[in-house]
Protein backbone atom coordinates (compact mmCIF):
# COMPACT_ATOMS: atom_id res chain seq x y z
CA UNK A 1 0.00 0.00 0.00
CA UNK A 2 1.62 3.08 -1.19
CA UNK A 3 1.88 6.28 1.47
CA UNK A 4 -0.83 8.16 0.12
CA UNK A 5 -3.79 5.24 0.22
CA UNK A 6 -2.35 4.28 3.57
CA UNK A 7 -3.11 7.19 5.50
CA UNK A 8 -5.92 8.24 3.87
CA UNK A 9 -7.28 4.11 4.54
CA UNK A 10 -5.94 5.02 8.43
CA UNK A 11 -7.70 8.67 8.32
CA UNK A 12 -10.98 7.23 7.67
CA UNK A 13 -11.00 4.53 10.36
CA UNK A 14 -9.77 7.22 12.74
CA UNK A 15 -12.58 9.57 11.98
CA UNK A 16 -14.92 6.98 12.31
CA UNK A 17 -14.04 5.75 15.48
CA UNK A 18 -13.69 8.95 16.73
CA UNK A 19 -17.08 10.12 15.42
CA UNK A 20 -18.43 7.11 17.40
CA UNK A 21 -16.75 7.92 20.50
CA UNK A 22 -17.84 11.04 20.26
CA UNK A 23 -21.84 10.08 19.25
CA UNK A 24 -21.84 8.16 22.29
CA UNK A 25 -20.18 11.11 24.88
CA UNK A 26 -22.63 13.52 23.57
CA UNK A 27 -21.96 14.60 20.27
CA UNK A 28 -11.53 30.81 -11.43
CA UNK A 29 -7.73 31.14 -10.03
CA UNK A 30 -5.02 32.31 -12.34
CA UNK A 31 -3.01 29.81 -12.16
CA UNK A 32 -0.56 31.46 -14.50
CA UNK A 33 -0.44 34.86 -11.99
CA UNK A 34 -0.04 32.47 -8.66
CA UNK A 35 2.64 30.55 -9.74
CA UNK A 36 4.94 33.67 -8.95
CA UNK A 37 4.92 34.97 -5.47
CA UNK A 38 7.07 38.40 -5.70
CA UNK A 39 7.75 39.77 -1.83
CA UNK A 40 7.12 43.10 -2.61
CA UNK A 41 9.74 45.32 -1.17
CA UNK A 42 11.90 42.59 0.41
CA UNK A 43 15.49 43.49 0.44
CA UNK A 44 16.62 39.30 0.25
CA UNK A 45 14.40 38.91 -2.79
CA UNK A 46 17.11 38.70 -5.20
CA UNK A 47 17.27 35.05 -4.88
CA UNK A 48 14.48 32.49 -4.67
CA UNK A 49 14.03 31.06 -1.05
CA UNK A 50 12.61 27.66 -2.77
CA UNK A 51 13.78 24.60 -2.57
CA UNK A 52 15.61 23.26 -5.53
CA UNK A 53 13.66 20.61 -6.45
CA UNK A 54 10.32 21.29 -7.67
CA UNK A 55 9.70 17.67 -9.04
CA UNK A 56 5.99 16.43 -7.84
CA UNK A 57 5.58 15.59 -4.30
CA UNK A 58 2.32 14.66 -2.57
CA UNK A 59 2.51 14.65 1.45
CA UNK A 60 0.45 13.56 4.21
CA UNK A 61 -0.70 15.62 6.76
CA UNK A 62 -1.99 15.35 9.93
CA UNK A 63 -3.69 18.24 11.92
CA UNK A 64 -5.78 18.44 15.34
CA UNK A 65 -7.05 21.67 14.57
CA UNK A 66 -9.49 22.08 12.25
CA UNK A 67 -9.42 23.86 9.20
CA UNK A 68 -13.08 24.59 7.74
CA UNK A 69 -12.11 26.62 4.74
CA UNK A 70 -8.79 23.95 3.58
CA UNK A 71 -9.16 24.08 -0.22
CA UNK A 72 -6.64 21.27 -0.67
CA UNK A 73 -4.03 24.17 -1.45
CA UNK A 74 -6.14 24.71 -4.59
CA UNK A 75 -6.52 28.60 -3.41
CA UNK A 76 -3.86 30.95 -5.10
CA UNK A 77 -1.16 30.69 -2.15
CA UNK A 78 -1.58 27.05 -2.27
CA UNK A 79 -0.86 26.71 -6.17
CA UNK A 80 1.48 29.03 -5.68
CA UNK A 81 3.46 26.67 -2.78
CA UNK A 82 3.31 24.13 -5.10
CA UNK A 83 4.97 25.77 -8.09
CA UNK A 84 7.84 26.81 -6.07
CA UNK A 85 8.37 23.65 -4.12
CA UNK A 86 6.52 21.07 -6.12
CA UNK A 87 4.98 20.17 -2.90
CA UNK A 88 1.10 19.13 -2.71
CA UNK A 89 -0.25 18.47 0.99
CA UNK A 90 -2.76 15.73 1.31
CA UNK A 91 -4.40 17.08 4.66
CA UNK A 92 -6.63 15.51 7.22
CA UNK A 93 -7.98 17.43 10.13
CA UNK A 94 -9.03 16.43 13.90
CA UNK A 95 -13.06 16.21 14.27
CA UNK A 96 -14.51 15.24 17.43
CA UNK A 97 -12.05 14.17 20.07
CA UNK A 98 -9.18 15.26 18.29
CA UNK A 99 -7.03 14.12 21.32
CA UNK A 100 -8.57 10.21 21.22
CA UNK A 101 -7.40 10.50 17.19
CA UNK A 102 -4.41 11.11 17.95
CA UNK A 103 -3.97 8.56 20.39
CA UNK A 104 -5.37 6.18 17.55
CA UNK A 105 -2.79 7.23 15.36
CA UNK A 106 0.10 6.95 17.47
CA UNK A 107 -0.64 3.36 18.19
CA UNK A 108 -1.76 2.35 14.93
CA UNK A 109 2.39 2.01 13.96
CA UNK A 110 1.05 4.10 10.08
CA UNK A 111 2.20 7.99 10.70
CA UNK A 112 1.12 10.86 8.16
CA UNK A 113 4.38 12.54 6.80
CA UNK A 114 3.62 15.29 8.68
CA UNK A 115 2.09 15.53 12.28
CA UNK A 116 0.50 19.14 14.09
CA UNK A 117 -0.87 17.08 17.22
CA UNK A 118 -0.38 20.07 19.61
CA UNK A 119 -0.10 18.38 23.29
CA UNK A 120 -0.47 15.05 21.73
CA UNK A 121 3.15 15.06 20.24
CA UNK A 122 4.30 13.03 23.29
CA UNK A 123 2.44 9.78 22.39
CA UNK A 124 4.51 10.15 18.70
CA UNK A 125 7.31 10.53 20.63
CA UNK A 126 6.72 7.87 22.92
CA UNK A 127 6.00 5.61 19.97
CA UNK A 128 8.79 6.51 17.63
CA UNK A 129 6.90 7.82 14.87
CA UNK A 130 8.48 10.95 14.79
CA UNK A 131 12.46 11.78 13.87
CA UNK A 132 14.75 14.25 15.06
CA UNK A 133 15.09 17.24 13.31
CA UNK A 134 18.08 18.79 14.51
CA UNK A 135 20.18 17.61 12.15
CA UNK A 136 17.94 18.59 8.94
CA UNK A 137 17.57 21.86 10.50
CA UNK A 138 21.52 23.19 10.97
CA UNK A 139 21.81 21.71 6.89
CA UNK A 140 18.90 22.22 5.27
CA UNK A 141 16.98 24.78 6.88
CA UNK A 142 18.84 28.25 7.13
CA UNK A 143 15.67 30.70 7.55
CA UNK A 144 14.62 28.57 9.97
CA UNK A 145 17.86 28.20 12.14
CA UNK A 146 17.90 32.56 11.43
CA UNK A 147 13.76 32.51 12.48
CA UNK A 148 14.84 30.90 15.97
CA UNK A 149 18.01 32.31 16.90
CA UNK A 150 19.19 32.62 19.96
CA UNK A 151 16.23 30.54 20.99
CA UNK A 152 17.10 26.89 19.51
CA UNK A 153 17.66 25.52 23.80
CA UNK A 154 13.62 26.07 23.69
CA UNK A 155 13.18 23.92 20.71
CA UNK A 156 14.58 20.84 22.87
CA UNK A 157 12.07 18.04 23.98
CA UNK A 158 13.07 18.21 27.42
CA UNK A 159 15.87 17.49 29.95
CA UNK A 160 16.82 13.96 29.47
CA UNK A 161 16.27 14.60 25.49
CA UNK A 162 17.62 17.18 23.71
CA UNK A 163 16.16 16.23 20.37
CA UNK A 164 14.30 18.71 18.61
CA UNK A 165 10.80 17.09 17.42
CA UNK A 166 8.77 19.57 16.79
CA UNK A 167 8.91 23.06 13.92
CA UNK A 168 7.13 25.43 16.38
CA UNK A 169 4.44 26.64 14.87
CA UNK A 170 2.04 28.00 17.46
CA UNK A 171 4.16 30.21 18.89
CA UNK A 172 5.12 33.44 17.17
CA UNK A 173 8.62 34.71 17.27
CA UNK A 174 8.79 38.42 18.37
CA UNK A 175 5.46 38.34 18.65
CA UNK A 176 3.35 42.32 19.76
CA UNK A 177 0.01 42.04 20.21
CA UNK A 178 -1.86 45.36 18.87
CA UNK A 179 -5.32 44.62 19.47
CA UNK A 180 -7.67 41.91 22.17
CA UNK A 181 -9.72 39.51 20.63
CA UNK A 182 -11.30 38.33 23.52
CA UNK A 183 -11.71 39.37 27.14
CA UNK A 184 -15.54 40.18 27.62
CA UNK A 185 -17.44 41.04 24.91
CA UNK A 186 -20.42 43.35 24.36
CA UNK A 187 -22.24 44.74 21.27
CA UNK A 188 -21.79 48.12 20.21
CA UNK A 189 -25.61 49.06 20.60
CA UNK A 190 -25.38 48.58 23.96
CA UNK A 191 -22.77 50.98 24.89
CA UNK A 192 -24.22 53.08 22.86
CA UNK A 193 -27.32 53.26 23.84
CA UNK A 194 -26.02 53.56 27.70
CA UNK A 195 -23.59 56.67 26.65
CA UNK A 196 -20.83 54.22 26.67
CA UNK A 197 -20.37 53.40 31.23
CA UNK A 198 -17.76 51.87 32.15
CA UNK A 199 -17.09 47.89 31.45
CA UNK A 200 -14.53 47.27 34.01
CA UNK A 201 -16.02 44.68 36.59
CA UNK A 202 -18.77 41.58 36.03
CA UNK A 203 -20.89 44.17 38.14
CA UNK A 204 -20.36 46.87 35.06
CA UNK A 205 -20.92 44.45 32.57
CA UNK A 206 -23.76 43.01 34.12
CA UNK A 207 -25.16 46.21 34.74
CA UNK A 208 -25.20 47.11 31.16
CA UNK A 209 -27.06 43.57 29.79
CA UNK A 210 -29.58 44.27 32.52
CA UNK A 211 -30.53 48.09 31.61
CA UNK A 212 -30.35 47.42 27.95
CA UNK A 213 -32.56 44.52 27.67
CA UNK A 214 -34.91 46.34 30.38
CA UNK A 215 -35.71 48.97 27.04
CA UNK A 216 -35.11 46.52 24.43
CA UNK A 217 -36.37 43.18 25.56
CA UNK A 218 -37.07 42.32 21.78
CA UNK A 219 -35.63 42.63 18.67
CA UNK A 220 -36.99 44.17 15.29
CA UNK A 221 -38.61 40.92 14.68
CA UNK A 222 -40.08 40.89 18.02
CA UNK A 223 -38.00 37.64 19.00
CA UNK A 224 -36.25 37.79 22.61
CA UNK A 225 -32.90 39.54 22.82
CA UNK A 226 -30.28 37.24 25.04
CA UNK A 227 -28.40 38.75 27.85
CA UNK A 228 -25.21 36.54 27.52
CA UNK A 229 -24.34 33.16 25.93
CA UNK A 230 -22.45 30.81 26.53
CA UNK A 231 -20.51 28.43 24.60
CA UNK A 232 -19.83 24.87 26.02
CA UNK A 233 -19.86 22.34 23.31
CA UNK A 234 -16.77 20.33 23.66
CA UNK A 235 -13.62 21.89 24.33
CA UNK A 236 -14.98 25.29 23.51
CA UNK A 237 -15.93 24.75 27.36
CA UNK A 238 -12.22 26.05 28.12
CA UNK A 239 -12.37 29.39 25.99
CA UNK A 240 -15.97 30.36 26.42
CA UNK A 241 -16.48 28.74 30.42
CA UNK A 242 -13.85 27.96 32.37
CA UNK A 243 -10.85 29.85 31.34
CA UNK A 244 -12.39 33.14 32.13
CA UNK A 245 -12.26 32.15 35.94
CA UNK A 246 -8.80 32.92 36.12
CA UNK A 247 -8.74 35.42 33.56
CA UNK A 248 -10.92 37.45 36.06
CA UNK A 249 -8.81 36.63 39.04
CA UNK A 250 -5.61 37.02 38.41
CA UNK A 251 -4.30 33.84 37.28
CA UNK A 252 -2.25 33.32 34.01
CA UNK A 253 -3.48 30.80 31.25
CA UNK A 254 -2.09 28.21 32.19
CA UNK A 255 -4.43 25.58 30.83
CA UNK A 256 -5.90 23.81 34.00
CA UNK A 257 -3.96 24.94 36.60
CA UNK A 258 -2.85 28.31 38.23
CA UNK A 259 0.53 28.45 38.92
CA UNK A 260 2.24 30.86 41.88
CA UNK A 261 4.74 33.64 39.56
CA UNK A 262 7.18 33.40 42.58
CA UNK A 263 6.90 29.79 44.24
CA UNK A 264 5.89 27.60 40.96
CA UNK A 265 3.76 26.00 43.30
CA UNK A 266 0.91 24.72 41.06
CA UNK A 267 -2.89 24.43 41.76
CA UNK A 268 -5.72 23.12 39.62
CA UNK A 269 -7.32 26.37 39.37
CA UNK A 270 -10.65 25.47 40.00
CA UNK A 271 -9.56 24.87 43.71
CA UNK A 272 -8.81 28.82 44.20
CA UNK A 273 -11.35 30.30 46.52
CA UNK A 274 -11.22 33.64 43.95
CA UNK A 275 -12.48 31.19 41.01
CA UNK A 276 -15.74 30.03 43.02
CA UNK A 277 -17.01 33.72 43.50
CA UNK A 278 -16.91 33.59 39.13
CA UNK A 279 -19.01 31.00 39.07
CA UNK A 280 -21.01 31.99 41.89
CA UNK A 281 -21.85 35.34 39.75
CA UNK A 282 -22.50 33.11 36.46
CA UNK A 283 -25.39 31.38 38.93
CA UNK A 284 -26.29 34.67 39.77
CA UNK A 285 -26.63 35.59 36.26
CA UNK A 286 -28.93 32.50 35.39
CA UNK A 287 -31.13 33.00 38.48
CA UNK A 288 -31.33 36.86 36.95
CA UNK A 289 -32.69 35.18 33.85
CA UNK A 290 -29.27 37.32 32.22
CA UNK A 291 -27.57 33.97 30.75
CA UNK A 292 -29.15 31.98 27.80
CA UNK A 293 -30.78 28.64 28.99
CA UNK A 294 -29.18 27.07 26.50
CA UNK A 295 -25.23 27.87 27.06
CA UNK A 296 -24.62 24.37 28.27
CA UNK A 297 -26.80 22.16 25.27
CA UNK A 298 -26.34 24.21 22.29
CA UNK A 299 -24.13 23.04 19.92
CA UNK A 300 -21.55 25.01 18.09
CA UNK A 301 -23.39 25.63 14.81
CA UNK A 302 -26.30 27.01 17.06
CA UNK A 303 -24.30 29.27 18.90
CA UNK A 304 -22.87 30.63 15.77
CA UNK A 305 -25.92 30.98 14.27
CA UNK A 306 -27.77 32.40 17.59
CA UNK A 307 -24.53 35.21 17.71
CA UNK A 308 -25.39 35.98 13.29
CA UNK A 309 -29.23 36.73 14.46
CA UNK A 310 -27.83 39.77 16.31
CA UNK A 311 -29.89 38.87 19.45
CA UNK A 312 -27.15 37.95 21.71
CA UNK A 313 -26.07 40.94 23.53
CA UNK A 314 -22.72 39.82 25.22
CA UNK A 315 -20.05 36.96 25.11
CA UNK A 316 -17.33 35.62 26.71
CA UNK A 317 -15.16 34.15 24.41
CA UNK A 318 -12.72 34.77 21.72
CA UNK A 319 -13.41 36.69 18.08
CA UNK A 320 -11.80 33.58 16.50
CA UNK A 321 -14.51 31.37 18.24
CA UNK A 322 -17.20 33.63 17.37
CA UNK A 323 -16.07 35.30 14.88
CA UNK A 324 -18.56 33.18 12.18
CA UNK A 325 -21.21 34.41 13.77
CA UNK A 326 -20.30 38.15 13.77
CA UNK A 327 -19.02 38.15 10.27
CA UNK A 328 -22.05 36.89 9.15
CA UNK A 329 -23.68 40.66 10.84
CA UNK A 330 -20.99 42.43 9.33
CA UNK A 331 -21.36 40.60 5.64
CA UNK A 332 -25.33 42.04 6.25
CA UNK A 333 -24.56 45.34 7.31
CA UNK A 334 -25.58 44.97 10.98
CA UNK A 335 -21.66 46.58 12.41
CA UNK A 336 -23.85 47.91 15.62
CA UNK A 337 -24.73 44.24 16.60
CA UNK A 338 -20.80 43.39 16.70
CA UNK A 339 -18.73 43.05 19.44
CA UNK A 340 -16.68 45.17 21.32
CA UNK A 341 -13.93 43.86 23.78
CA UNK A 342 -13.39 44.76 27.49
CA UNK A 343 -10.89 43.49 30.49
CA UNK A 344 -13.76 42.52 32.58
CA UNK A 345 -12.64 41.12 36.39
CA UNK A 346 -14.39 39.71 39.49
CA UNK A 347 -13.59 42.96 41.03
CA UNK A 348 -10.95 46.17 40.46
CA UNK A 349 -8.58 44.33 42.52
CA UNK A 350 -7.61 42.42 39.86
CA UNK A 351 -6.09 43.18 36.46
CA UNK A 352 -7.38 40.87 33.11
CA UNK A 353 -4.83 38.78 32.77
CA UNK A 354 -5.23 37.99 28.74
CA UNK A 355 -1.52 39.62 27.82
CA UNK A 356 0.31 38.32 30.90
CA UNK A 357 3.76 37.52 28.79
CA UNK A 358 5.76 34.00 28.11
CA UNK A 359 8.55 34.90 26.36
CA UNK A 360 8.93 32.94 23.46
CA UNK A 361 7.31 29.76 24.06
CA UNK A 362 8.49 27.61 21.51
CA UNK A 363 6.21 24.25 22.35
CA UNK A 364 3.77 22.82 20.08
CA UNK A 365 4.12 22.34 15.88
CA UNK A 366 4.93 20.26 13.09
CA UNK A 367 6.57 17.24 13.44
CA UNK A 368 7.76 15.11 10.85
CA UNK A 369 7.54 11.25 10.95
CA UNK A 370 9.68 8.30 9.90
CA UNK A 371 7.61 7.31 7.65
CA UNK A 372 8.22 10.44 5.31
CA UNK A 373 9.49 9.27 2.24
CA UNK A 374 11.72 12.81 1.48
CA UNK A 375 12.60 14.50 5.12
CA UNK A 376 15.35 16.55 3.05
CA UNK A 377 12.66 18.24 0.90
CA UNK A 378 10.24 18.39 3.70
CA UNK A 379 12.45 20.54 5.65
CA UNK A 380 13.05 22.63 3.09
CA UNK A 381 9.61 22.91 2.05
CA UNK A 382 8.92 24.16 5.59
CA UNK A 383 12.37 26.13 5.36
CA UNK A 384 10.53 27.93 2.31
CA UNK A 385 7.56 29.01 4.46
CA UNK A 386 9.64 30.37 7.02
CA UNK A 387 11.79 32.59 4.74
CA UNK A 388 11.20 35.89 3.92
CA UNK A 389 9.54 35.50 0.65
CA UNK A 390 7.43 32.51 2.21
CA UNK A 391 6.01 34.60 4.98
CA UNK A 392 5.14 37.46 3.00
CA UNK A 393 3.33 35.14 0.51
CA UNK A 394 1.24 33.50 3.38
CA UNK A 395 0.59 36.46 5.17
CA UNK A 396 0.02 39.14 2.22
CA UNK A 397 -1.00 36.93 -0.87
CA UNK A 398 0.52 37.75 -4.08
CA UNK A 399 1.68 41.03 -5.38
CA UNK A 400 -0.61 42.95 -7.63
CA UNK A 401 -3.70 40.97 -6.46
CA UNK A 402 -3.87 41.28 -2.57
CA UNK A 403 -1.85 43.59 -2.25
CA UNK A 404 0.39 46.27 -3.61
CA UNK A 405 3.81 47.64 -3.36
CA UNK A 406 3.86 51.65 -2.82
CA UNK A 407 6.63 53.63 -2.58
CA UNK A 408 8.68 50.30 -0.90
CA UNK A 409 5.18 50.18 1.14
CA UNK A 410 2.92 46.71 1.21
CA UNK A 411 -0.68 48.11 1.10
CA UNK A 412 -3.83 46.43 0.96
CA UNK A 413 -6.35 47.95 -1.42
CA UNK A 414 -9.20 49.28 0.37
CA UNK A 415 -11.56 46.95 -1.53
CA UNK A 416 -9.88 43.84 -0.93
CA UNK A 417 -9.46 44.73 2.56
CA UNK A 418 -12.95 45.39 3.06
CA UNK A 419 -14.24 41.73 1.34
CA UNK A 420 -10.80 40.49 3.54
CA UNK A 421 -13.07 41.38 7.04
CA UNK A 422 -16.50 41.62 5.65
CA UNK A 423 -16.44 38.60 3.61
CA UNK A 424 -13.88 36.76 5.36
CA UNK A 425 -14.84 33.01 4.65
CA UNK A 426 -14.61 33.21 0.76
CA UNK A 427 -11.63 35.35 0.38
CA UNK A 428 -9.61 32.60 2.73
CA UNK A 429 -11.20 29.89 0.40
CA UNK A 430 -9.74 31.63 -2.65
CA UNK A 431 -6.60 33.61 -1.39
CA UNK A 432 -5.59 30.92 1.11
CA UNK A 433 -4.80 33.88 3.37
CA UNK A 434 -4.40 32.42 6.97
CA UNK A 435 -4.69 28.63 5.53
CA UNK A 436 -1.00 28.13 6.08
CA UNK A 437 0.81 29.81 8.97
CA UNK A 438 0.50 26.88 11.64
CA UNK A 439 2.89 24.90 8.86
CA UNK A 440 5.96 25.91 9.99
CA UNK A 441 7.50 28.55 12.17
CA UNK A 442 7.08 32.41 11.39
CA UNK A 443 7.26 35.74 12.80
CA UNK A 444 5.25 37.81 15.05
CA UNK A 445 3.15 40.65 14.78
CA UNK A 446 5.12 43.70 15.01
CA UNK A 447 8.31 41.88 13.60
CA UNK A 448 9.58 43.94 10.37
CA UNK A 449 11.40 42.44 7.41
CA UNK A 450 14.35 43.59 5.65
CA UNK A 451 12.64 46.17 3.75
CA UNK A 452 11.26 47.54 6.51
CA UNK A 453 7.86 46.00 5.93
CA UNK A 454 5.53 43.99 8.51
CA UNK A 455 5.95 40.30 7.84
CA UNK A 456 2.03 40.08 8.98
CA UNK A 457 -0.61 42.37 8.48
CA UNK A 458 -1.80 42.87 12.03
CA UNK A 459 0.24 45.94 12.82
CA UNK A 460 -1.67 49.08 14.11
CA UNK A 461 -2.48 51.15 10.93
CA UNK A 462 -3.79 47.90 9.09
CA UNK A 463 -6.07 46.68 12.52
CA UNK A 464 -7.54 50.46 12.85
CA UNK A 465 -7.99 50.20 8.79
CA UNK A 466 -9.54 47.07 9.65
CA UNK A 467 -12.13 48.69 11.67
CA UNK A 468 -15.69 49.65 10.56
CA UNK A 469 -17.18 52.65 11.36
CA UNK A 470 -19.39 51.38 14.40
CA UNK A 471 -16.28 49.74 16.15
CA UNK A 472 -14.45 53.39 15.68
CA UNK A 473 -17.22 55.41 17.05
CA UNK A 474 -17.13 53.19 19.97
CA UNK A 475 -13.08 52.89 20.79
CA UNK A 476 -13.22 56.38 20.09
CA UNK A 477 -15.28 57.07 23.35
CA UNK A 478 -13.59 54.88 25.26
CA UNK A 479 -10.12 56.82 24.70
CA UNK A 480 -8.95 53.87 22.77
CA UNK A 481 -7.09 53.21 18.80
CA UNK A 482 -7.39 49.22 19.22
CA UNK A 483 -9.08 47.19 21.90
CA UNK A 484 -5.67 46.43 23.02
CA UNK A 485 -5.37 49.97 24.80
CA UNK A 486 -7.98 48.92 26.82
CA UNK A 487 -6.46 46.31 28.89
CA UNK A 488 -3.49 45.86 31.11
CA UNK A 489 0.03 46.01 29.62
CA UNK A 490 2.23 43.03 29.38
CA UNK A 491 4.95 45.27 31.54
CA UNK A 492 2.37 45.17 34.12
CA UNK A 493 3.10 41.73 34.76
CA UNK A 494 6.37 39.07 35.23
CA UNK A 495 7.65 37.48 32.51
CA UNK A 496 6.68 33.42 32.92
CA UNK A 497 9.87 31.42 32.97
CA UNK A 498 8.44 28.25 31.95
CA UNK A 499 6.11 29.91 28.85
CA UNK A 500 2.84 28.37 29.43
CA UNK A 501 2.21 25.12 31.65
CA UNK A 502 -0.45 23.89 28.66
CA UNK A 503 2.50 23.96 26.39
CA UNK A 504 4.62 21.56 28.39
CA UNK A 505 4.21 18.01 26.96
CA UNK A 506 3.33 15.70 29.33
CA UNK A 507 4.77 12.07 28.66
CA UNK A 508 2.12 9.38 27.48
CA UNK A 509 3.08 7.08 30.30
CA UNK A 510 2.59 9.61 33.12
CA UNK A 511 -0.16 9.51 35.82
CA UNK A 512 -1.15 13.10 34.79
CA UNK A 513 -3.00 11.85 31.67
CA UNK A 514 -5.60 9.32 33.23
CA UNK A 515 -5.50 11.93 36.90
CA UNK A 516 -6.28 14.90 34.10
CA UNK A 517 -8.70 13.14 32.47
CA UNK A 518 -11.13 12.27 35.63
CA UNK A 519 -10.64 15.91 36.85
CA UNK A 520 -12.19 17.11 33.93
CA UNK A 521 -14.77 14.91 33.75
CA UNK A 522 -15.76 15.71 36.73
CA UNK A 523 -14.97 19.21 35.93
CA UNK A 524 -17.09 19.60 32.86
CA UNK A 525 -20.49 17.90 35.29
CA UNK A 526 -19.94 20.13 38.22
CA UNK A 527 -19.41 23.41 36.73
CA UNK A 528 -22.64 23.81 34.69
CA UNK A 529 -24.48 21.82 37.43
CA UNK A 530 -23.22 24.63 40.19
CA UNK A 531 -23.90 27.56 37.77
CA UNK A 532 -27.45 26.63 36.65
CA UNK A 533 -28.59 25.64 40.43
CA UNK A 534 -30.85 27.39 42.81
CA UNK A 535 -28.49 29.88 43.84
CA UNK A 536 -29.31 28.35 47.91
CA UNK A 537 -27.79 25.33 46.08
CA UNK A 538 -24.63 26.57 44.69
CA UNK A 539 -22.08 26.24 47.97
CA UNK A 540 -23.64 22.56 48.52
CA UNK A 541 -22.42 21.27 45.22
CA UNK A 542 -19.09 23.71 44.80
CA UNK A 543 -18.16 21.48 48.39
CA UNK A 544 -18.90 18.47 46.78
CA UNK A 545 -17.23 19.02 43.71
CA UNK A 546 -13.82 19.79 45.39
CA UNK A 547 -14.20 16.85 47.78
CA UNK A 548 -14.42 14.50 44.32
CA UNK A 549 -11.45 16.71 42.81
CA UNK A 550 -9.76 15.17 46.01
CA UNK A 551 -11.09 11.75 45.37
CA UNK A 552 -9.70 12.19 42.11
CA UNK A 553 -6.18 12.70 43.35
CA UNK A 554 -5.76 16.04 42.41
CA UNK A 555 -2.90 16.46 44.50
CA UNK A 556 -1.02 14.10 42.65
CA UNK A 557 -1.76 16.05 39.57
CA UNK A 558 -0.83 19.12 40.88
CA UNK A 559 2.42 17.81 42.22
CA UNK A 560 3.33 16.60 38.63
CA UNK A 561 2.67 19.32 36.70
CA UNK A 562 4.57 20.87 39.23
CA UNK A 563 7.84 19.18 38.47
CA UNK A 564 6.88 19.24 34.94
CA UNK A 565 7.17 23.42 35.14
CA UNK A 566 10.28 23.21 37.36
CA UNK A 567 12.01 21.02 34.65
CA UNK A 568 11.12 23.79 31.85
CA UNK A 569 12.14 26.63 33.58
CA UNK A 570 15.86 24.42 34.19
CA UNK A 571 15.55 23.45 30.62
CA UNK A 572 15.20 26.94 29.58
CA UNK A 573 17.66 28.29 31.95
CA UNK A 574 20.82 26.16 29.82
Not at 18 to 26: F, R, T
Not at 123 to 152: C, N, R, S, W
Not at 301 to 316: E, P, W
Request: charged share 25%; proline share 5%; hydrophobic share 35%.
Amino acid sequence: MNQISKWSSLALSTTLVAGLLAGCGSNNNDEKNSSSANTGGNATNTESAAPEDTSPLTLTYYSEDPSPNWANMQDEIGKTLTAKTGITLNAEFAVGDAVQKSSLIAASGEYPDLISAKGSISKFVDAGAVIDLTDLIDKYAPHLKKLYEGQMSRLRYSNDDHSIYVIPTYAAVGQQYFNAGGGFELQHRVVKELGYPQIRTVADYEKAIKDYLAKHPKDENGNPNIGLSLNADDWHMFISVTNPAFLTTGGSDDGEFYIDIDTQKVTYHYRRPEEKEYFKWLNHMNAEGLLDPESFVQKYDQYKAKIASGRVLGLIDQDWDYGDGEKALKAAGKFDQGYGHYPVTLSEKYKDTSFWPTGYMAGTGVAISKDNPDPVRTIKFLDYLASDEGQVLVNWGIEGKQYNVVDGKRVIPEEVNKRKINDATNFTKETGIGLYNLLSGHYGDGVKDPSGNYYTTNFPEQIVAGFNDVEKETLKAYGATTWRDLFPKAEEFKVKPWGAAWNIPVPGDSEAVVIEKKLQDITWKRIPEAILAKPEDFDKIWDSYQQELVKANVEKAEKIREDLVKARVELWSE
